[in-house]
């Protein structure tokens, strides 16, 4: 298995018009909406875990089996489903991929090096389908450099943004939806960047991808990744959360094995992994929310001119917090 570690990123640019504190502020108060349940691990069904921390009244475990951490009472599939198209993550959604000058960006420095990633290793260029495809960004990527493209997105507004600022073809609606599932023989690639960890049932959606996907196919897919820098700061302030440990959005986070396991039970083998994150940042980030007198807007900034040199040694030790791996099928 290739592993490659470091991706260079601004994320003061990513990040220019996010309230960090207001975000966090937002979620606490949109998750006392919510019901809290009882749930075995979605990746294994074990009932075996160690607690973590709690956030928001959400309490995340790591399992003891195949080691995903993930929200042990978390609110009902019917809730989480009515999340991807309600006012509250409409808001989220326009906060980090609203600006088109933001948008720009993260096509040069976030998606194009990521569709450069697959191809290189892939070897060929063909049909790109990707998976809750948010505003497109990964598309209009893959699009400038000859592939084919289609995406697929549950949330309406997301997806209209897409197809109005860059103009590329996406469905409404789930992968798992018949007439999608018919459709994943002609591509090349399926990616999910930033999918699974939103699903109630990230097994049954890996199945079907993995049945209807041709051999010669690739999946490549993106997950918040655990141990992390970025975890242990959330860990250390949870009341100052507003990504990766981030309920309800993220009703789980990966370890390298727990992604073994669920793409294993589907017949899918990792072939290369790729660590990279916004840690630094975050934990800096959070910091400045807590204590807004002691780390001003100039320490800000002066920390951050070292967050590339920092942020690669964290990349290097594998402590990223997002992670993304190209697979196919055994």
């Known amino acids: 298995m290739e592993v490659l570690c470091g991706k260079p990123i601004d994320p003061a640019i990513l990040k220019l018009k996010h309230d960090k504190a207001a975000a966090c502020e937002a979620n606490r108060q949109f998750c006392e909406s919510l019901s809290r349940n009882v749930c075995a691990c979605p990746v294994c069904g074990n009932n ?11 309490s995340y475990a790591e399992c003891l089996h195949c080691s995903l951490v993930y929200i042990e009472n978390p609110p009902t599939p019917q809730e989480i489903e009515r999340l991807y198209n309600s006012a509250f993550y409409d808001e989220v959604e326009q906060s980090l991929y609203g600006d088109v000058k933001v948008s720009g960006y993260r096509i040069e420095w976030v998606a194009a090096p ?17 998976v ?9 990527a893959a699009r400038a450099r000859g592939w084919v493209v289609q995406g697929v997105e549950t949330n309406q507004r997301a ?30 690639v399926v990616s999910m960047f930033g999918v699974l960890e939103h699903l109630y049932e990230p097994g049954k959606v890996i199945d079907s991808v993995s049945k209807g996907m041709p051999d010669s196919g690739v999946l490549v897919i993106e997950v918040p990744h655990y141990p992390s820098v970025s975890c242990f700061s959330q860990m250390a302030f949870p009341n100052f959360v507003d990504r990766i440990l981030v309920p309800p959005m993220h009703l789980m ?39 807004p007198k002691v780390v001003n807007r100039r320490i800000f900034e002066d920390l951050m001119e070292m967050n590339g040199e920092i942020q690669q040694v964290i990349d290097n030790h594998h402590l990223s917090d997002e992670m993304l791996v190209i697979a196919r099928k055994c």
């Open 48 to 58: 075996r875990r160690t607690p973590l921390v709690e956030v928001y009244n959400f």
């Open 114 to 130: 990521k569709v450069r990633y697959v191809e290189e290793r892939l070897g060929r260029k063909g049909k790109w389908l990707d």
């Open 132 to 140: 809750g495809c948010g505003t497109g960004e990964i598309l209009a």
């Open 159 to 188: 997806a209209q943004i897409g197809a109005e600022r860059f103009g590329v073809p996406i469905s409404k609606g789930f992968i798992t939806d018949s007439e999608h599932l018919r459709q994943l023989s002609e591509f090349d």
């Open 253 to 291: 986070v990966f370890t390298l094995q727990a992604l073994q396991y669920l793409l294993r039970r589907s017949n899918i083998e990792i072939t290369h992994v790729w660590f990279y994150g916004q840690d630094f940042h975050e934990w800096l980030s959070t910091l400045s929310a807590m204590c």
